[in-house]
T-cell receptor, first 112, second 115 residues
Framework: TQLLEQSPQFLSIQEGENLTVYCNSS?????LQWYRQEPGEGPVLLVT?????EVKKLKRLTFQFGDARKDSSLHITAAQPGDTGLYLC????????????FGAGTRLFVKA | GAVVSQHPSWVICKSGTSVKIECRSL??????MFWYRQFPKQSLMLMAT?????????EQGVEKDKFLINHASLTLSTLTVTSAHPEDSSFYIC???????????FGPGTRLLVL
């Protein structure tokens, strides 16, 4: 069974601090996605990483896919209150899988 | 990415009534759509896979007679919560899968409160 383990589960930081969220698995994924979800809304896709070792940047967010495609990280530089939300990593089940496996999520709270 | 809408955004109903939630793909023809349920401060839980023109596939533990899914067209899937009870109160989110990497695109969600 493929699992995605996210850490930390909860993070409360001050505005301006940096943070890293991890998404780990013992299984290889063909791709991994990161989503951010705000209360009362559906998850919004931030990025898809597909190549081992790939690094993608989205303003202050840096996403990395592990060389073996078993893990990924999300680094936020100089966090802002607007970054507050639930961050989910996800990936297709199996090789070209039909279902999506989700991590349990990391709830981030950035204090002004 | 694909644009997905849900209606209604939130609904309050009395126990015993049925509630229908619509999920529409606005710019993508989706043969498959997914229905999730999310409890407060938790991740998404897949309820069922909705297949256009055929029966939905339900996850283990999800009552198919309780949660009726109809995927009548490539742009519309509906979830009907039948004889709703307070324990059915939750946040229901639909999604479709598309693109080369089978990315999931989510609707904005529907919050259901059963009194």
């Amino acid at each position: 069974t493929q699992l995605l383990e996210q850490s930390p589960q909860f993070l409360s930081i001050q505005e301006g601090e940096n943070l890293t969220v991890y998404c780990n698995s013992s299984s290889v994924f063909s791709s991994l996605q990161w989503y951010r979800q705000e209360p009362g809304e559906g998850p919004v896709l931030l990025v898809t990483v597909v190549t081992g070792g790939e690094v993608k940047k989205l303003k202050r967010l840096t996403f990395q896919f592990g060389d073996a495609r078993k893990d990924s990280s999300l680094h936020i530089t100089a966090a802002q209150p607007g970054d507050t939300g639930l961050y989910l990593c996800a990936g297709p089940e199996g090789t070209g899988g039909f279902k999506t496996i989700f991590g349990a999520g990391t709830r981030l709270f950035v204090k002004a | 990415g694909a644009v997905v809408s849900q209606h209604p955004s939130w609904v309050i109903c009395k126990s015993g009534t049925s509630v229908k939630i619509e999920c529409r793909s606005l710019d993508f023809q989706a043969t498959t759509m997914f229905w999730y349920r999310q409890f407060p401060k938790q991740s998404l839980m897949l309820m069922a896979t909705s297949n256009e023109g055929s029966k939905a596939t339900y996850e283990q533990g999800v009552e198919k007679d309780k949660f009726l899914i109809n995927h009548a067209s490539l742009t519309l899937s509906t979830l009907t919560v039948t004889s709703a009870h307070p324990e059915d109160s939750s946040f229901y989110i639909c999604s479709l899968q598309g693109g080369r990497w089978e990315t999931q695109y989510f609707g904005p969600g529907t919050r259901l409160l059963v009194l």
